[in-house]
């Protein structure tokens, strides 16, 4: 009795010290005393153990091969066994009462198939070298939070049935074969939302992640269990991409919070990210041309190629960055990263192969026969057929692709095709406007000037041969002036029609703006507007401009009148000043790269409505009340001016009122200042022989009495060959020629003839309407000036006195 008891002593003295497996382990390794082996010998369980010697548990009886053990056998039989048994602490409670060691027998051979049938399990966990330390944290965690993030194919993602897959799936399913823990997988909406709350401690674990200096801050990793390449994906039309360091300008697409993320914006902080939620969303991005580029790794690239089946990319250069995929753990659980570091060492190179395998394809693409089909020549055939139809296809795929293209191109160019006929419809509407406009002036011009010459050259012969205190007077002055002012109106429809000949000098601005605010036109302006006032800030340093004066001041006139009329009693500003332009731009019409002579005009009226904005420099185009204001000629007159001197006018509306710009091209040649004004008794000849060659009979009279008058003997002929004919018999000193004579021959034909006849004869070009050409023709033959009718004796007389001179 007291042999039995000694012995139950010491089996409560092995349980208490090293658990029920040392206790086995001891029975096993026959480490009992021979009195006790004696009296379990006939136990069961005791016999299960001597038929079963290779269970393999080492012979070491050290406290760290104990906890390892006990703590392995613990947990793997709980595996097999309901949780009521495990947790009711039968494990401590069977040495307390040694007259049960019988049941304790039978409860032990009850737990022996199944720790036989956790052997495995046991000899993972054994083969581990898992610390002390490390068995204890993984008895008080046995469950660990683990976010995944869910849209990182092929790496991990949840299908739609909700199932974890990929490549950390399947390790984290062999984690939990080889060390005694339970991940529990937690699907978060998205990878930023996965950071969150891995920085919130919500969560124990992240699957994969990368290591950076900002996830540093709250994660600690495991050892890399899988490597990928980054890559710069783009369409495939892309030729010349730029590498990583040289993104600069270009619109980068990432994938918010991914790796790739952070290092751009540390590494590369001044290319512009695009980001993006997902991968999917980027790589379409991509696909349509809204990114230039995407910055991700290439397994998951070419995952979502094949998924989606995107064709129009391509990787444009492997950056050489490699990105390492690790367990992520919370900071404040180095046990864990140590723990998982050893499961991972434990996992043979077979299964990782076997994962890797099965989730990502290095360039296997295609189909190879077996060897035995191969041997066959019904392989062989199939394998041609099945060749052929996929170049047919790739092929097609190719040409749809191509297609595409080339019809969104077509399109595209359709589209501005469509825009710039539209702008050019519009411009020819214009155009046929001045056309049509130049028609009228042309058709009409000749003969109104002829009608005109008559009217105002007569009156202006009675007010030189009628007494002071005639009282006809006044009736001769009121016809010259309405003669005038019919003349003004004809050579506004001539400006228009762009056939006005006019010579061109040298001549600064400011001059013309000053002669005209002394102006008698001027001068009315202010009588008819007398609450406007005016100011000007003329610039010193202006260049000069060549540019027909006559022609030019009437545009200034027209401008300043326009302002004065659109304000009635504000102001009007007037300007000048050099600019520069260095880019072509316009809207009526276009103004091209160069130095100009800016003239602004600026009024404080109610400005122009955006309906009228379009049409304001068209002919006859007015909102002004008809009969009141003019004949709608004025900017229409401007406009034409400026086009003969390769300039251009635009208008803006600066809030309150209308701001005209007009420019004109600059020259670098001197301007000579204002010739004298010439007194009427220079303008007397002195004797010299004119011969005055007119189809209008009027116009010879007149002529004839204007030159006479100043002292010149003078002939008269009606057409070009009569002249021939009376320059045959005798030499003249000056021709005054009519341009256009019906019938017979032109002016400058009859120039040329005579020329023939007496080489270097003067002449003077005279008519109403000429064809510019023609005059030029004659003024290169020899001719001089050309002189526009209606014109007066002070305009003949300068005109003749000139020419004489020459």
Not at 550 to 572: D, Y
Request: proline residues 4%.
């Amino acid at each position: 009795m007291e042999s039995r008891t000694k012995h139950q002593k010491s089996s409560i003295a092995i349980l208490r010290s090293g658990g029920f497996l040392r206790f086995r382990h001891q029975v096993v390794g026959r480490k009992l005393s021979a009195e006790y082996s004696r009296e379990i010998k006939e136990d069961s369980w005791l016999q299960m153990s001597k038929r079963s010697p290779e269970l393999g548990v080492p012979g070491t009886r050290s406290s760290e091969f104990q906890q390892k053990l006990c703590y392995a056998l613990k947990h793997s039989v709980c595996r097999s066994l309901p949780g009521s048994l495990c947790s009711s602490g039968i494990f401590r409670k069977f040495y307390l009462v040694s007259l049960l060691r019988y049941l304790f027998c039978a409860v032990v051979f009850l737990l022996l198939p199944a720790a036989l049938c956790a052997h495995s399990d046991l000899e993972n966990t054994l083969n581990l070298n898992l610390t002390p330390k490390e068995l204890a944290w993984l008895d008080a965690h046995p469950v660990i939070r683990v976010a995944p993030d869910p849209d990182f194919p092929p790496v991990e993602f949840f299908d739609k049935d909700g199932r974890y897959q990929g490549i950390s799936a399947e390790f984290i399913a062999l984690l939990e074969k080889k060390l005694p823990l339970k991940f529990k997988i937690n699907q978060l909406v998205n990878w930023d939302e996965v950071l969150r709350q891995a920085r919130a401690k919500e969560i124990d674990m992240i699957s994969a992640a990368v290591p950076t200096p900002d996830r540093l801050q709250y994660l600690k990793f495991s050892r890399p269990f899988v490597e990928f390449s980054t890559v710069i994906m783009v369409r495939d039309s892309v030729t010349d991409f730029p590498k990583l360091k040289n993104l600069t300008g270009k619109r980068v697409a990432v994938v918010s919070g991914y790796a790739d993320h952070e290092y751009m914006k540390r590494v590369y902080p001044d290319v512009p990210l695009e980001v993006m939620p997902d991968i999917s969303a980027g790589l379409r991005q991509v696909s349509f041309g809204r990114v230039d580029a995407m910055i991700l790794n290439l397994a998951s690239a070419s995952y979502y190629i094949r998924k989606d089946g995107i064709l129009n990319l391509k990787v444009s250069e492997d950056t050489t960055l490699v990105h390492d995929l690790s367990f992520a753990v919370r900071d404040d659980w180095p046990l864990l990263v140590s723990i998982l570091d050893k499961g991972m060492a434990a996992v043979t190179p077979q299964e990782r192969k076997a994962i890797l395998d099965n989730w990502i394809s290095l360039g296997k693409e295609g189909w190879t026969p077996s060897p035995v089909m191969i041997v066959t020549v019904v392989a062989i055939f199939l394998l041609l057929v099945l060749l052929v139809i996929l170049q047919w296809n790739r092929t097609l795929k190719q040409q749809v692709r191509q297609r595409t293209m080339d019809l969104q191109t077509e399109l595209e160019e359709r589209l501005l095709a469509q825009q710039e006929k539209e702008k050019l419809q519009q411009q020819v509407h214009s155009s046929k406007k001045m056309e049509a406009m130049g028609l009228l002036a042309g058709g009409v011009a000749h003969d109104l000037n002829n009608i005109i010459s008559g009217v105002t050259g007569y009156a202006e012969l009675m007010l030189m041969k009628l007494p002071k205190d005639s009282p006809f007077c006044k009736h001769a002055a009121a016809i010259h002036d309405s003669g005038q002012r019919a003349a003004a109106v004809v050579a506004d429809m001539l400006t228009i029609s762009r056939d006005a000949a006019s010579d061109k000098k040298v001549v600064n601005l400011n001059h013309l703006i000053k002669e005209y605010l002394r102006s008698p036109e001027h001068v009315a302006l202010r009588e008819r507007f007398p609450q406007v006032d005016y100011a000007c800030e003329l610039s010193a340093e202006l260049f000069n401009v060549s540019c027909s004066t006559t022609h030019i001041k009437k545009a200034i006139m027209n401008l300043v009148i326009n302002a004065a009329e659109a304000t009635e009693q504000g102001s009007v500003s007037i300007s000048t000043e050099n600019c520069y332009i260095d880019r072509p731009f316009g809207i009526y019409g276009s103004i091209e790269i160069g130095e100009y002579v800016l003239l602004r005009v600026v009024d404080s009226g109610s400005g122009i409505a955006a309906a009228d904005i379009e049409h304001i420099f068209e002919p006859f185009y007015s909102r002004k009340t008809k009969g009141t204001s003019g004949t709608g000629l004025g900017l229409a007159v401007v406009w034409n001016t400026v086009q003969e001197h390769l300039g251009y006018i635009d208008v803006e509306q600066p809030g309150t009122g209308s701001c005209f710009n007009l420019y004109l091209p600059i020259t670098r040649d001197e301007y000579s200042p204002a010739e004298i004004e010439t007194s009427s008794d220079a303008l007397h000849g002195t004797g010299e022989h004119i011969l005055i060659v007119d189809d209008e009979d009027q116009i010879r009279d007149l002529a004839t009495q204007m030159l006479s008058s100043l002292g010149y003997r003078v002939a008269q002929v009606s057409s070009g060959e009569a002249a021939i004919d009376y320059l045959r018999k005798q030499k003249v000193d000056l021709l005054l020629l009519d341009m256009i004579m019906d019938p017979g021959i032109n002016g400058c034909q009859t120039y040329q003839q005579a020329v023939a006849l007496h080489p270097g004869q003067r002449a003077l070009i005279c008519s109403g309407f000429s064809e510019s050409a023609e005059v030029l023709k004659a003024q290169a033959a020899g001719a001089g000036a050309y002189l526009k009718k209606p014109y007066t004796l002070a305009a003949l007389g300068q005109a003749v006195k000139d020419e004489l001179a020459r």
